[in-house]
């Protein structure tokens, strides 16, 4: 295990079909004023909505709203979220919703009690929260960001083609999160595989890093194969609870600063996806799914040995008679057939980026080391043009 480090978790979870009911039990720790966050509005289509101001309501709560919160949520929104909070008096602020709803209120809650710019403060200069922060519970509808127990919020500034996520401290993590998987069997197929992909994404991006006999990598190597096993049985039936239920734990777990621990962490696919996300809107899983291939087989070379090990504890993938390189080359080969099996988009030019918009998306691109080789700019060009 790598280095030193502290473990702490302190988001409550309610999983399962009653896992709403929590909510009940988590509201009267809090005030009495909530701003009830949520999207663009499936919420409204689905149930959800009224079956959490129905409880909102039974607990004497006034409620205040803020909707509309886009996918890949902006600036401009952050900044009329925060005056909402402020003008609500919130004491708590309940997300309902994916990934987007969930990040965006971290970064209202971080920022109400503070008077500085919050897209300069915390995702530009990375500042540290030095204000109280609003406490943020969450009731989740999506699968695949981990958002529901982490300290990460994404925020895209349009006008300056930035997409940056900040991961604060234990103190802006949920409060409670509720997770029912019979939640989000209303979302569309291509949303349920972009999380999937998502997920896929964040454990690989931890796996592919050091050289240890780390306790990290073995856990990982279990998630992916119960993920890749259940997101097999989803896109068949899409109504199976157990894959469902099992896709939402994996979610959790893949991103919630526990497998992250005694490994440095790439980080790299990411860094790619945000950058074409900051060009076109596109939905996250489907930016990491478009670059990941080009980026993997680059860098198969530095980190040959940790592919031949993923190949085979993840893949199956034969080894009789084959070398490293050989068995690694397999398992990325498994990995592509079945991310296109999934139906996930492989490439940057169905999520609308072309030819033109690669100097652009270069330069939005943010160099991470700790994975297995630091990319230059050249190498970040050619990686987006293979991903064309
Ligand atoms: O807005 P509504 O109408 O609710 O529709 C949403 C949205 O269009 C829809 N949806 C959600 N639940 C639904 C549903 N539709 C039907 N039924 C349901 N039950 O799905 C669409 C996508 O939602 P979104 O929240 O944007 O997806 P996701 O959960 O993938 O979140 C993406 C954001 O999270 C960030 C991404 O960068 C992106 O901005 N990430 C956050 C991370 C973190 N906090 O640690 C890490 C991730 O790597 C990621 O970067
Ligand atoms: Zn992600």
């Known amino acids: 295990m790598l280095g030193n480090f502290t473990y702490c978790n302190p988001t409550k979870l309610y999983f399962g079909k009653d896992a709403l009911s929590g909510l009940k039990d988590e509201l009267p720790k809090y005030g009495d004023n909530v701003l009830l966050v949520y999207g663009g509005g499936s919420i409204k ?12 309501k039974e607990c004497g709560k006034n409620i205040f709203e803020d909707g509309g ?17 402020r003008a609500a008096k919130a004491d708590l602020i309940l997300a309902v919703g994916g990934g987007s709803v969930c990040d965006y209120a971290k970064a ?18 990375f500042d540290d929260v030095t204000c109280d922060v609003v406490p943020v519970g969450c009731v989740l509808t999506m699968v695949g960001t981990g958002s529901e127990m982490n300290g990460g919020s994404v925020i895209t500034n349009h006008e300056q083609k930035l997409k940056i996520g900040h991961v604060f401290d234990e103190n802006v993590f949920p409060k409670f999160s509720i997770l029912n998987p019979e939640f989000t069997m209303t979302l569309p197929r291509y949303q349920m595989i972009s999380g999937i992909y998502d997920i896929m994404s964040h454990i690989l991006e ?12 073995y856990i990982m190597e279990g998630l992916l194969r119960s993920l890749i096993h259940s997101a097999d049985i989803a896109v068949k039936n ?9 896709i ?19 980080w790299m696919v990411h860094m790619l996806g945000q950058a074409v996300g900051a060009h076109t809107d596109a939905t996250h899983g489907m930016t990491l799914a478009a670059v990941s291939m080009p980026y993997y087989r680059h860098i198969l070379p530095y980190g040959e040995k940790k592919f031949a090990r993923y190949a085979l504890n993840v893949w199956n993938i034969d080894a009789h008679g ?7 080359i397999e398992g990325l080969d498994a990995m592509e057939r079945w991310m296109k099996s999934l139906g996930l988009i492989t490439n940057l030019k169905d999520l609308g980026a072309d030819e033109s918009m690669i100097e652009g998306i270069v330069k939005s691109t943010l160099v991470m080391d700790g994975g297995y080789k630091v990319l230059d700019t050249d190498e970040i060009r050619s990686i987006l043009k293979a991903s064309l």
């Open 45 to 56: 289509k689905n149930g959800i909505y009224d079956k959490v101001v129905n409880i909102l």
């Open 69 to 85: 919160v886009m996918p890949n949520p902006s600036s401009v929104k952050l900044n009329e979220g925060i005056e909402r909070a």
């Open 108 to 125: 209202v809650s971080v920022s109400v009690n503070c008077d500085e710019d919050a897209w300069e403060k915390y995702f530009i200069k």
């Open 206 to 217: 931890q796996y592919f890093s050091g050289e240890d006999d780390n306790t990290s990598d």
């Open 238 to 246: 899409p109504n199976d609870y157990e894959a469902r239920s099992n």
């Open 248 to 266: 939402m734990w994996t979610a959790t777990w893949a991103l919630n600063t526990l497998v992250d621990k005694g490994k440095s962490t790439d």
């Open 322 to 328: 084959k070398n490293n390189r050989q068995i690694a």
